[in-house]
Structure formats: C-alpha cells, structure tokens
C-alpha cells in the first residue's frame, strides 16, 4: 500500500482560466500545455492503519486537516479518492518539488499529477492514463496535463458530471524535442493570489472574461496546428496572444489580480526587442510574476545566456518537452 | 495677427482610447480627466505675408512640410483652420511645453489646447469655449478637454459631423482643490508607439475593445458622480479600474502595445500596498509608462517622497486642478 511517481510540471500554451464546476474542477476553456523535462514533483504516499489521520509533508512542511492550504487542495482529492475508490484507510504523503511552489511555475500541477499515479499504484486501482488525468483534475486543473509527456490537450468537455473532461496527448516529447522554454524566475515568492481563488474572482467580476472564452477555441486550433506542423512562429505567436489575453482579464479584475512585477516587465520588453532584431522567442506569463520564454533548442542557451544578466532574475531554467508521469521505485520514507 | 496662449495638459480618469472617425477626430467613447495645474503648453501662433510657409518650432525643434510629425497633426489643423475659418496667410508657430512630450504625459493636449486658443485670438475668430474645444480636437482628441480648468468631460457625440461632441466643465478647480496627482516620470524617452496609430490598431484587432466600449459609460456616470459628491474613494476606484480596462485592450491588440515597463509595475504594486496599509491613493496610467497617483492635498508629500526613492523614477511632479487655457500677454518670438 505504498508507491511513489514522479511527474513533470507544465507550462501552458494556451491558459486555463475560469471553472464551469467548482466541485468537479471542470474548465470554462480547453487548454494545452508542454510538459517540462526536469521541474517535476517525486512523491510517496502510503496507507496504512498505522496513521490514524492523513498527514502530508511537502518541501519538508508538515500539513494535515484544519489547515486551509491542506483542506482545500490535498483534503479535497482525499475525499475525492475515498467516495470514487471505497478507501478507508488514512495515509500518508511526502512530495518534493525540485523548483519553487505556488509561484506561478504549475508546483500544483506536478503534485497532483504525481500523486495521482501514486495513489494508483499503492491502491492498486487499475486507472488508465485518461483516467488518471481525470483523478489528478480534482486536485489541481493543470494537473490533468501532466499525466502526460510532450504536447498535451485538457479538454473542456460538456457533459456536467465531468467525464469528457481528461487530457490528450497531442504530441510526444520526441516529435519536437527542439522546442525550447527558458524559465526566468523572478521572484521565488509565494503568490499573494492563487489561481483557484483569482479565476474565480476573474469569472464573476472581469467585463473582459467573455472575449477571453469567445476566442480560445480559435488558439486550440490554431496551437494544435502549429504543434503537429512544428510551426514555431505559429505556436509561439499565439500562445503569446493567449497569454495577454488571460493577464487582460486578470487586471480587470475586481479587485484587479496584477501578476506581473519589475522583473516581468524587463523580460516582456526584452523578447519583444530581441524578436525585432531576428532571434524568435515568444513570452508566456502564468498566474505569477515569472516569465517563461519559448524558443528553439539553437537559440535557447543564448537567450539563458542574456536573461541571467537582468537585475530582477534569481534563476534561469531551460526546459523542453518531458516524459509521462510514472512510478518510480525510490520511496521518499 | 500674432497671439500667445498657455494650456494646462490633462491626465483622463476615464479614458479616451479609440475613434468613430478619424478625420473628424470623434472618439467611441466619451471621457472624463482632470486639468494639471504646472504641467502646460506656452504658444505663439503668428498669421503674416511674410512667411511663405507654415514653421513649428515645438520645443527648439524646427517641423514643417513634408515631416510625418508635422503634417500628422499641426500640419493637418491648420487644414482644418483654413478652411473653416477662410484664412489663406501661413504661419509662424512657437510652442514649448515645460515637461517631456510624447511620453503619456498628453502633451499634445495641451498644446492644441493653447494653439487653438492663440489661431483664435490671433486671426479674431470669436469662438466660445465650447468652439475652441471642438477646434482643438481637430488638433489631438485630448485636447478637447484642456480648453476647460477642473475636472473636465469631453462628450463622444452621436453625430456624424462631431458638432456634438465638445467639452464641459464637471467642476472649477476650485470645487474640489484637495485633489491631486503625483505624477512620477518612469522614462523621458518618448514612446515607440503613438496613441494615435495605437488606438486605431487596438478597435481593429483587439478581442477586449467590445467590453471597453460595453463598461465605459457606466465608468462616466461613476466618475461624474464621485467629482460632484466628492467622493474620492468612488473618483479612484473609477479611474483605477477604467486604466486597467483601457491597458487590457492595449496588450491584446495585435501586435500587442505594452506601455508598462519596470518602473511603471513597481509603482502600480506599492500603490495596491499602501492602500492596503491605508494610505488611500489610486494609480492611472496613460498611453506610457508614467504613473500618476491619485491622493488627498493630504498625503500628496508623502506619496511624493516615497515614489522619489524607486530606482526608475526620475522626476515626480505633484499636480492638482488647474486653470482653464486662456490667452497670454507673453509672446514666444
């Protein structure tokens, strides 16, 4: 009744903004995303009579029940687990993430990705990978992306009960291993405002949120294309539109969700110049301040190269498209 | 045949940001800003024989003929001038502003302001306020409000030849004195890309315009009542969300415009602290990366000292309700 996996975070191409069901974590829009090689989440879980109440320790923290970070994220897909799969048994969780958590760099997506594949193993549930990423949905949206490798597809699905609502792989790391995201950390502080809480605020209040929905069925289309063509113009230059599309409905916002700090600004205006002059890079900002810049494998060291020297940046990642979640044999207890 | 004239510049609570026509200069929205007090535009306009060709000379800068800057937008009022007015003498005009153009500081407000005001005292053309409004939209649409002191409306209109779309005085400076701006200067360079042109790409490709245009009257009413009840809190609430909103537009039009640089995000973050702290102030922010902050006479210096310590900032002018433009003894030439 133990396992561990290990899953890759994801950066989006085309956001994940706004729920139609709160309960069942489904989307207001389909999304898709690159799995990133290298920032990943290794966690154990084991149940066992022994714990006589759940305990999670992540980065070496402890939480459990009563705690607002643990009931509404790890406490939630729990319960989740114990009314789908039968389970009584309480257990216990340890999770490392290997970069810095809630700070816009999806530290939830690989989590619960990997903790799904996990409670999987030691359960010995049987779940499929489309199952898969349906159980890690219910503890983090993004994480439904992360079941899988390379290029991946959330999609919005219709039914209310949520069960065409699970990933697609839309390309395997190998079909495009060039494609390139130069991570530029910003600031390794913790978000004042989680995505849960600012998507929803975003939905209720933003006049902008409407136009946002109207036209991201148009970026799937046109982000599946250019990934099956290996269109990097394509890819990035929509995926940079999507992105100042969903920071657009962000800051208006009441009360506005502003993301972006000094350093952001820097980097925005630095890629922007930088593509005047001929090196193709595209900016993409999440729900936080970092700013993660897509290029191709010949230009990534250099662009890295160029960031490191900006005030604000405090780190520097390149990542490119990472495997599938797994299980792995190296227990964390 | 030669006049001088001062005009304040205005900074917009609700902002103008795209037109119904172009020629005409006749926006989709109509807009409310107040006049700034010190931030002007001092003009000499001078109709004689003796010039064979129409002169600008903007801040020591020769313009004329055949320069894009000059027949854009002087070049073009003096069309205007011409064939409203009956008037075939070229002429010769002089206008310095005391703080940096073209940087979303509106100085070009202030200076079709002032020389809408001297071409009428210099050829005795006898127009009233609401006239020399409309003549100065001809000029810059912002213009239209700086003919007014105080707090300042400038009415879209619905007809198709703009005879209804002019300014009016909400309120005289002197209504509300305790109002203030701290306008703190994050670049003198001027900026890449001009309202005019960024505006009109904006209606054109921006998925966000629609909602602008949607949320806007509502903003008006709001604002309208907020400078008549004094209500500062209602004022700024307004006037920071309205920005918001308008940047929204900006940085989703295709190619994105993205005015904020570093300097402009500090700002806005220690804005959202402060008022946090309860230190009441609002930020807006033009067509630039300039901050202007909202406050009470009140805490108007501390504001000041504080901007005056962020790294980028390199002037902070605090400004409050000025005068109306009007006419001026001192000749520039």
Known sequence: MKASAIANANI????????????????????????????????TVEFDEKYKEDILILNGKEYKKGMEEYDDYVGKFLSVVRQNYDVNLRCKIVSNNNFPTAAGLASSAAGFAALAV??????????????????????????TRSIYGGFVEWKRGSREDGTDSYAEQIAKPEY??????????????????????????????????????????????????????????????????????????MITT???IIYWNAGTMDIIHAVLEWRDEGLECYFTI????????????????????????????????????????????????
Chains 1, 2 share one sequence.
Not at 15 to 35: A, D, F, H, Q, V
Not at 189 to 218: C, F, H, N
Request: some cysteine; proline content about 4%; aromatic content about 6%.
């Open 12 to 43: 989006a191409l085309v956001k994940y903004w706004g729920k139609r069901n709160k309960e069942l974590m489904l989307p207001n829009n389909g999304s898709i995303s690159m799995t990133t090689a290298g920032l990943n989440a290794h966690t």
């Open 118 to 143: 996990a409670v999987n193993e030691a359960l010995q549930l049987g779940l499929d990978k489309k199952e898969l990423s349906m159980l890690a949905r219910r503890g983090s949206g993004s994480a």
């Open 176 to 249: 495009w291993p060039e494609f390139r995201m130069v991570v530029c950390v910003t600031t390794k502080e913790a978000k004042k405002i989680k995505s849960r809480a600012g998507m929803a605020q975003t939905v209720k209040t933003s006049p902008m949120y409407k136009a946002w929905l109207e036209t991201v069925d148009e970026d799937l289309r046109a982000v599946r294309e250019g990934i099956l063509k290996r269109d990097f113009t394509l890819v990035g230059q929509t995926a940079e539109h999507n992105c100042l599309k969903m920071h657009a409905t």
């Open 254 to 256: 009441k009360p506005s």
């Open 286 to 333: 999440d729900a936080g301040p970092q700013v993660k810049i897509l290029c191709l494998e010949k230009d990534a060291k250099e662009i890295a190269e160029r960031v490191k020297e900006f005030p604000h940046v405090e780190d520097v990642i390149i990542t490119y498209p990472g495997e599938d979640a797994k299980v792995v044999d190296k227990h964390l207890f």
